[in-house]
């Protein structure tokens, strides 16, 4: 079984609904990640979790919010989605404090937002 | 402020030759450096690490080379495989420091391809 999943893999929606990506790991890491990767800009951090009081915004964190409900699952959501929110969302987890620092990711989520 | 850069998009070399995949980052304080191999329809998956105290670091066919001086890292591959075809995306870190330890900031990414 896959150490880090995600569902759904794929999703189509419309502008202005809610919608909630979820995350699930069994690595037993503190640390958790929300990114997502568009052509040609890479992989951008939306929020990241350093352990289950612990959420913070990354650099692209507008129209989104996030939930840690237990040291395995991370759930991304968009409020009201809107078009340039397609794009593929990735989820990671790392260990703690200390290290190592390498990321393990989930298989991802494709997202359209029509 | 693109602070990791991978300038060029994509790469495409024969088999068993060697492929040179480059990277270029602006911020000092970075002190760890990670390269990641994505297939399509999967997630990005670790390949490679070098702190900033090394200036290589070998791992069979996989080698990363940092020189701090000029802000660049690489990674070769020797020999070059068909299934090493991938997007290859760099990242830098910092291990010490409040606050920003353990995140990763990554580059565009280069698509390699390898030609049987």
């Known amino acids: 079984d896959a150490d880090v999943t995600q569902t759904p893999r794929n999703r189509i929606t419309k502008t202005g609904k809610r919608i909630m990506l979820e995350c699930s790991q069994t690595?037993?890491?503190?640390?958790m990640y929300w990114y997502r990767q568009d052509p040609g800009l890479g992989l951008r951090l939306i929020y990241y979790s350093f352990d289950v009081k612990d959420i913070n915004k990354g650099e692209i964190s507008d129209g989104y919010s996030v939930s840690r409900q237990a040291q395995a699952k991370f759930s991304l959501s968009l409020e009201s989605a809107i078009p340039n929110q397609t794009a593929l969302y990735f989820c990671a987890t790392s260990e703690g404090a200390g290290g190592p620092y390498e990321q393990y990711f989930g298989p991802g989520t494709r997202l359209t937002v029509t | 402020d693109q602070q990791v850069k991978q300038n060029s998009p994509s790469l495409s070399v024969q088999e068993g030759r060697i492929s040179i995949l480059n990277c270029d980052y602006t911020n000092s304080m970075f002190d760890y450096f990670l390269w990641y191999k994505k297939y399509p329809a999967e997630g990005p998956t670790f390949l490679i690490s070098i702190s900033s105290i090394k200036d290589k670091n070998e791992d069979g066919r996989f080698t990363v080379f940092l020189n701090k001086s000029a802000k660049h890292l690489s990674l070769h591959i020797v020999p070059s495989q068909p299934g090493d075809s991938a997007v290859y995306f760099c990242?830098?870190?910092?291990?010490?420091?409040?606050?920003?330890?353990?995140?990763?900031?990554f580059g565009q990414g280069t698509t390699l391809q390898v030609k049987p």
């Open positions: 990242a830098a870190s910092f291990l010490h420091g409040s606050g920003n330890t353990g995140k990763l900031i």
């Open positions: 690595k037993g890491h503190d640390r």
